[in-house]
């Protein structure tokens, strides 16, 4: 079995699919967590999916997905726009970094436009809600494999 891809996820979107419909989505992170984890299954690949509403939670969990990670996903939530600890963390990671945000960040209020996220990503991926995650999912499997 490969390493798992981890699926990180920032503050606030424990909160998915309880506010906000109209802009993150109808779709709690619990069964998105089931449906993305069972798409990696069927490609051979596990998952750690978590969610954290602290900053310094996430960079832990970046560090240890350089050890223990195929790959990660990362959905920082507001700390995209804020964060130099998390670029510095995601910048010393080898494996393939894929971001994800639900909603498209560049249709929204100017401060969502810019992510230090980015910076460290191989693909980014906005404004597909949930779909999005499916997605960089298949990206991160496909890259992971061509870096093996
Ligand atoms: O579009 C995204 O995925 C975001 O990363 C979501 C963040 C936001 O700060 C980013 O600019 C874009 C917010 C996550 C909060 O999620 C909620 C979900 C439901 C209800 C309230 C908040």
Known sequence: MPKPIYILN?????LLGEREPHIYGAETLQD?????AARAKAAGYATA???SNR?????????EAREKGAAVIINAAAYSHTS????????????????????????????????Y???AADGVIVGLGPLGYDLAVDAAISLAKSRE
Do not use: C, M, T, Y
Not at 10 to 14: C, D, E, S, T
Not at 32 to 36: A, C, F, N, P, Y
Not at 85 to 104: G, Q
């Open 10 to 14: 920032g503050p606030n979107l424990n």
């Open 32 to 36: 998105l967590e089931k449906r993305v």
């Open 49 to 51: 999916f978590r969610q």
């Open 55 to 63: 900053e310094g939670e996430l960079v832990d969990w970046i560090q």
């Open 84 to 115: 130099i600890a998390i670029l510095d963390a995601l910048k010393a990671v080898d494996v393939p970094v894929i971001e994800v945000h639900l909603s498209n960040i560049h249709r929204r209020e100017a401060f969502r436009h810019h992510s």
């Open 117 to 119: 996220v980015s910076a």
